[in-house]
């Protein structure tokens, strides 16, 4: 009898936390600070030491600097969540035969959540109990656990925690394939991610393609990443390793010098030899485990660590809830590091086979078990088998991801085969510059509410430029201006439209933010508080919106107010916050800083002492211990609060 592959929908149940409203600001400043290659990744921390270059392949030090990532537009920051996890029902789609079951969740970036071995009950994946966001991908919310997919620029992808297109398409080998399809928008790259159970084969195949439609090269980045048991020893087919540790140099090392687990977040990435195959695999004592494999095209491959620590050890308890176990991560990617780009020509396209699956081995031997369960030769071919199979317009759709896709397409009027970007799927969002293509003119709101996001790329800013120029499309205008470098044209976009705007506090806090990245600090905070009661005089309701907008703008006010010592504002600005507002985990944080700006540090420290959770602390921020040493005393940081990345000393 032939088990076929099967496609279903499915609903998983557990504590889950709301991801809220996306934060309404433009985010015209990349994200505060990190320690590991990620976190510095999502902030433009691309540097290498200069003394470390003269080390490193040539290929590898041409694409460190290679186009690296100098904003987030037109991606909006994701930080509307909380810590509040109450029982919730995921959409689920479960690609399954009589060896895999693979569980998908197409709403939060198409993460494989668990891949199970039916024949042992194996989970060969560190399978999350929860699903709680933290600040980890470039634009803010991720969540740990499962085999992630990440485009776009050198960090996690802003896509972590929003819908991909989902359908049915048919297999190579005659049965069912789940293909996943976005339009990743930092570098304005569609891609696919098509995933099948091949016929008497225990590996789940995972074929990859990213296209670039445009008429010059585009940078392209990809890393496919797999949280594993933090107990797992990993394996990889490589002598050499260049460490990233939190001296934040990279440096070569053997690879394998790292069996003991460092105190603090390290990453690790292998140098595999020309020639040799692409794998890494994750074993525990017994030699089970998970193997991944791939085409040459994902060359890379990287270990990742919290470190034994407690400041590792706490992220690790705060993306996963106490009891889980821990988790590393073996990654595969395009190129050797996590710090490069690679350049994808005008109108071309890569892809490559991936594979995922159960390797029983010992450490020495699994080169030689890869090759008799899934041979090298059959596997390429079926790479190739699978490209046209590519092109294949896909069947029933299981879910719908953005619109941003089909207002390219109706921009370029540009065919996809494989990957179809419908006008149905057009929203709201979408909707405004719709009519700026359609007509030249961007309509002004209908109703009064936050800007929606701007589109910033060159092909838009050209149709800003020549659109009527109202209050509201100088501000869109003044956004894609400064993304493009030129600051001073932003400032007078914004500045032109200041007298005729019916909403003025989007204008000021752009123009303050002008002013701060000028070295301007007073003036920066005046327009702060002016904005923020202009945004308290417009706002309509106590809706999600405008909640979410008061939140951010004050919370941006309050700070601008005490860099410049204007203690007496600030705190008066912090009484107009919203009481939901003010106790939040964020803003507790910062009522402590103006405590202690008012002369009161037993009342700061009151604040610790009762307890508070900053549901969007950045992976490596070390704001908890500069703030709490701050307050005075010989005590040590609580372990509550202690996400330190690095030792004190660096």
Not at 15 to 42: F, I, K
Not at 116 to 125: A, I, P, S
Not at 535 to 550: P, Q
Not at 615 to 624: I, N, P, Y
Request: charged share 25%.
């Amino acid at each position: 009898m032939v088990i076929v592959t099967r496609i279903r929908r499915e609903v998983l149940t557990l504590p889950a936390a709301e991801l809220g409203p996306d934060n309404p600001l433009p985010p015209l400043r990349p994200l505060e600070g990190g320690g590991t290659v990620h976190a510095l990744q999502a902030v433009g921390e691309h540097r290498v030491d200069e003394r470390d270059r003269e080390d490193l392949p040539r290929d590898m030090a041409r694409q460190l600097g290679y186009e690296p990532l100098r904003g987030l537009l037109p991606v909006r920051i994701r930080d509307g969540y909380g810590r509040a996890r109450p029982i919730r029902d995921l959409d689920a789609l479960v690609i399954e035969n009589d060896r895999l079951r693979a569980t998908v969740l197409p709403g939060l970036g198409g993460r494989v959540v668990s891949l199970v071995h039916l024949r042992t009950g194996r989970e060969l994946l560190y399978r999350n109990p929860v699903f709680q966001p933290a600040n980890l991908a470039l634009n803010g919310a991720w969540y740990a656990g499962g085999i992630e997919w990440n485009i776009g620029a050198t960090g996690r992808t802003t896509l972590s925690c929003a819908p991909l297109h989902a359908a049915r398409v048919p297999a190579p080998d005659g049965g069912e394939m789940l293909r996943l399809w976005e339009w990743e928008r930092l570098r304005d790259l569609p891609f696919q991610i098509d995933l099948w159970l091949p016929d008497g084969s225990d590996f789940l195949y995972v074929g990859v393609r990213v296209r670039n439609p445009h008429e010059h090269p585009v940078p392209v980045y990809w890393w496919s990443n797999t949280a594993v048991p933090e107990d797992r020893r990993v394996v990889v087919p490589a002598e050499q390793a260049w460490e990233f540790g939190p001296e934040r140099r990279l440096h070569r090392v053997p690879a394998s010098a790292h069996g003991a687990p460092p105190r603090y977040a390290t990453d690790w990435f292998y140098d595999i030899p020309d020639g040799r195959r692409r794998w890494i695999a994750a074993l525990d004592a017994d030699g089970h485990g998970l193997v991944q494999a791939s085409t040459d095209e994902l060359r890379g491959r990287k270990q990742f660590v919290w470190g034994s620590g407690p400041g590792g050890r706490r992220w690790q308890e705060w993306l996963g809830g106490s009891g889980t176990g821990g988790y590393r991560e073996i990654q595969a990617g395009l190129a050797r590091t996590q710090l490069e780009h690679v350049r994808l020509d005008a109108e071309s396209e890569i892809s490559w086979l991936e594979a995922y699956g159960p390797l029983p081995a010992a450490p020495h031997d699994v080169a030689e078990r890869l090759e008799l369960a899934l041979p090298r030769a059959e596997f390429d071919a079926a790479h190739a088998a699978w490209k046209p199979y590519a092109d294949t317009e896909p069947g029933e759709p299981l879910a719908t991801g953005s619109g941003w896709g089909a207002l390219e397409v109706l921009r370029t009027d540009r065919k996809l085969p494989g990957t179809p970007f419908a006008e149905s799927t057009l929203t709201e969002e979408q909707a405004p510059w719709r009519e700026l293509l359609r007509t030249g003119t961007l309509p002004e709101p209908r109703r009064v509410r936050p800007p929606g996001p701007t589109l910033v790329a060159p092909h838009w800013r050209d149709m800003l430029e020549t659109a009527p120029a109202t209050p509201h499309t100088e501000y869109h205008l003044g956004v894609a201006q400064w993304h493009a470098g030129d600051r001073a044209q932003a400032v007078r976009s914004w500045e032109r439209a200041l007298p005729l705007a019916p909403s003025l506090w989007p204008l000021l806090r752009c123009l303050a933010v002008a002013d701060q990245e000028a070295g301007h600090h007073e003036r920066a905070a005046e327009r702060y508080a002016d904005a923020f009661d202009d945004l308290c005089r417009e706002r309509r309701d106590d809706g999600e919106a405008w909640t979410a907008a008061c939140a951010a703008l004050g919370r941006e006010a309050i700070e601008a107010l005490l860099r410049v010592w204007r203690v007496a504002d600030a705190r008066a600005l912090w009484e107009a916050l919203l009481p939901a507002t003010r106790e939040r985990g964020r803003f507790r944080l910062l009522e402590a800083e103006l405590l202690l700006a008012e002369g009161r540090p037993t009342a700061a420290r009151a604040v610790f002492d009762a307890g508070f959770e900053v549901a969007d602390l950045r992976e490596g921020s070390e704001a908890l211990g500069r703030l709490w040493a701050r307050l005075g005393g010989d005590e040590p940081l609580p372990a509550r609060y202690d996400f330190r990345m690095r030792p004190q000393s660096l």
